[in-house]
Structure formats: C-alpha cells, structure tokens
C-alpha cells in the first residue's frame, strides 16, 4: 500500500489530519499539553512529512488547544492566573532564546536530555502518589506574598478545593529550562510544566493541567513568530490541525473537569514515557545516521 | 476565607469578558481557517504547483522551495481580494497566534483594575517580550 499516493489527495490528506487534531486536542486539554506528541510523530512517521514543517504544525495546535481550553478553565476559575504569569516571565524569556537558537544548536544532545528529563519527571510524580499530594498550607515566602494560593471547584468530588503553592524559586527555574527546550524544539513545554507544578509547587492536577494550558499557548506564540517568518507553518498542513484541535479541545475541556484526579495523574505519568521513549528513539535515530 | 475569593463584581465581570473575548477570537480564528481551507478544496486559487504536488512533496519529507509566507498587510488583503487559500489560511493561522497575546494583554488589564502593582509588573513584561517575539521573529 503506497501511503503517498492515497495521501496526496488533498481532501483525504487534510480529513485525516483534522481527524486526527481532534483527538490530540482532547488528550491535551486534559492533561495540560499541547498535542505535540500526538502531531509531530503521527506527521512525521505516518505521513512522512519533514519534521521542521512538523513541528511548525505543533506549534499551532499548542496554541489552539492553549485557545481552545483557556476560555472554559478560566471562567470556571481552575486556572491559577497567578501562578501562571509568574511562571510565563521564565518560559517566554526561555523560549525566545530557544527559538532564536534553534537552527544553529544540534538538536540530538536535546532530544536526550529531555528525554532523560521526561523519565525524571515520570519517577517523581509516581514517587509522589499518594491521597492528597497537594497541600493546603505553605511556608513559601513568594506564595505569601504574591498571594498565589487559592482554590478551585472539583466537579468529580463535587466540592471547592483549597490549595498552597510552595518552592516557587525551584518552579520559576524549572521554568526557564522548560521554556528554553520547547522553544528549540518546538514541543513538549506542557510535558515539563505539569510535573514542575505538580512535584515541585505541590499544586492539585487539575490546576496544574489548567494552568499549563493556559501558558503553554504563550511560551508557544513567543517562538511561533519565528517558525513563520522561517515558511515552517505550511497552511495546508497548519490548518486542519489548527481546527482539529480547537473541536478537540472543546471536548476535553468538558471531560477533564469531572475526571477523577488520581486518574488524570496516573494517566499523565504513562504519556510522560511515552514522550521519554519517543524522545529516545529520536535520539537514537540521529545517532545511527 | 482566600483573599482571592472576595473578587469584586467589576473584577468578575471582566473576567467574563475576557473569557467572551477568548470564546470570539478563537470562533473568528476557526472561521478564517476553515473558509481558506474550504477554498483550498474548492480548487481556487493560482499557485504555480498543483496542490497534489504540494501534497506529493510534504509527503515525501522533502521541503517547499519557495513558500513565502504572507507578511505585509498588502499581501494580506490583496490575498484575501484575490480569495487565494494559502493567504486566508495563513492569516487566520496568523490571528490564531496572536489570540494568547491578546489573552496576556487583557490580564493586564485585569491587574490594572485589581490594582495588583507587582503582577501588572510582571504580566507587562511577559506582555513585551512576546512583542519582542514577533517583531524580530522576522530576522532569524
């Protein structure tokens, strides 16, 4: 079966890629990621494309599900606004640096080390089950005086949930780090921000989630200006992904919020390797050529 | 009883009006999208490679010699006169990359009205570097 000569017709081409978009936006509005690790392999391995114009097309469903989500977790008052601009200062700084840096630095050294990052994150959050992982008081001086803690209505328990935020230092550096590899390779910024949110800033995974949409969207637009003035975000590919995404994440939305937390996490945990393992297999891929 | 609950009614309200504006930006993003892409479809436009070819290319991982992407307001609206898919498409890809720039601009507002100094603070700079984004994303 040559998949080039099915594929090259252009209303078959962008159906499957809608149909597609669709579900990596409703697994990225709940989990707090942008759908990347959905688009760039299925892009790449199932219709060949070159992974540049890939990951010019997960940039855009990055924003799209950041979009698509933002308006319902923020007017149902999930999304900790402050945590997040506090942490958007580290992730744009980080990826505008990163983008800028994109097309001189190698990318295999990145695909391992956040690989290697993304088996860290995955150990530490499964180290970190547990009932009630997040806290209701802190002793962090910056949560205190920026005022970040707050609270949020849980529809699976049916209650408002109260929470603290605590180690912001660690979570702002994570954050510039964060920011800087996904702005080089395009991807995988809600990968790093759940777990530095949720392990290192001890916040319930709803907020997490939400809150990570709600920034991944912007640490996203501030490297995109530079992959489409570089003719990366090709509209025939962009485009149904783009609407694929927004219809997913309409969807998610609905679903995350009645979700059983301890579900959402656990299911977060085995994407978290997933991506690892891809990231791996990438690696190795420019390691054998 | 959290500080962040005692949200006065104008702070509420232009949350929701925030959350309105959100909702139309991205309504307005998916409707130029898709009608550049329905376009696309339709067979309209002139480019100078069929659109199977296009496709023939992306699919076999090679690059696109010569896509441009549209930046000029004039490009913009000449494509959009002309009813050329690629143009329409981009600018509503466009448009849909400013949405979380619109989305940060409004917060600001939102820490204006609250009178919350240090987060005006921050959520203007944020504000700054993603203009600084785009405008030099032109040079890379």
């Known amino acids: 079966m040559n998949w080039h000569h099915i594929l090259a017709s252009t209303p078959i081409f962008a159906i499957t890629l809608f149909l597609t978009s669709v579900f990596a936006g409703i697994f990225g509005s709940i989990l707090g990621l942008g759908g990347g690790v959905v688009i760039v392999p299925v892009l790449t391995l199932l219709f060949g494309i070159n992974i540049r114009y890939a990951v010019g097309a997960s940039i855009v469903s990055v924003i799209a599900t950041s979009?698509?989500?933002?308006?319902?977790?923020?007017?149902?008052?999930?999304?900790?606004?402050?945590?997040?601009?506090?942490?958007?200062?580290?992730t744009t700084l980080g990826a505008l640096g990163g983008a800028f840096l994109s097309p001189f630095l190698s990318q295999e050294v990145l695909f391992v080390i956040f690989s290697l990052i993304l088996f860290?994150?995955?150990?530490?959050?499964?180290?970190?089950?547990?009932?009630?992982?997040?806290?209701?008081?802190?002793?962090?001086?910056?949560?205190?005086?920026?005022?970040?803690?707050?609270?949020?209505?849980?529809?699976?328990?049916?209650?408002?949930?109260?929470?603290a935020v605590t180690r912001v230092p660690l979570g702002f550096t994570l954050m510039l780090g964060a920011g800087v590899i996904s702005g080089m390779l395009g991807i995988g910024s809600g990968a790093l921000k759940v777990p530095a949110m949720d392990s290192a800033m001890r916040l319930p995974i709803k907020v997490s989630s939400a809150t990570s949409n709600f920034m991944i969207g912007v640490t996203a637009a501030a490297s995109a200006g530079a992959y489409y003035m570089r003719g990366e975000i090709i509209p025939i590919i962009a485009a149904p992904v783009a609407?694929?995404?927004?219809?997913?994440?309409?969807?998610?939305?609905?679903?995350?919020?009645?979700?059983?937390?301890?579900?959402?996490?656990?299911?977060?945990?085995?994407?978290?390797?997933?991506?690892?393992?891809?990231?791996?297999f990438k690696a190795l891929g420019f390691a054998v050529r | 009883m959290n500080s962040d609950d005692i949200k006065s009614s104008q702070l509420v309200k232009t949350e929701v009006f925030i959350s309105y504006v959100l909702r139309y930006g991205v309504i307005l993003c998916s409707a130029t999208i898709a009608l550049g892409l329905g376009l696309r479809l339709m067979h309209f436009g002139f480019s100078s490679i069929s659109s199977k070819e296009v496709i023939s290319r992306l699919t076999e991982g090679k690059e696109l010699v010569g896509f441009q992407p549209p930046y000029s307001p004039s490009e913009f609206i000449q494509g959009i006169l002309n009813l050329q898919p690629e143009v329409i498409m981009s600018l509503g890809l466009v448009l849909l990359i400013t949405l979380p720039i619109v989305r940060v601009g409004m917060t600001v507002m939102i820490f204006l009205i609250e009178k919350d100094w240090t987060f005006l603070a921050l959520t203007s700079l944020v504000f700054s570097i993603l203009i600084f984004g785009i405008i030099f994303g032109r040079t890379v």
């Open chain 1, 67 to 90: 979009s698509g989500a933002a308006a319902t977790y923020v007017r149902d008052h999930i999304t900790n606004i402050r945590v997040a601009m506090l942490l958007e200062v580290a």
């Open chain 1, 120 to 163: 860290l994150s995955a150990f530490i959050m499964f180290k970190k089950r547990g009932r009630s992982h997040f806290i209701t008081h802190s002793n962090d001086r910056w949560a205190a005086k920026l005022r970040l803690n707050s609270s949020y209505p849980d529809r699976f328990l049916g209650k408002r949930i109260e929470y």
């Open chain 1, 243 to 280: 609407l694929g995404v927004l219809l997913g994440s309409l969807f998610g939305t609905r679903i995350m919020m009645k979700l059983n937390s301890a579900k959402i996490r656990n299911f977060f945990m085995a994407v978290l390797i997933l991506i690892a393992l891809q990231m791996g």
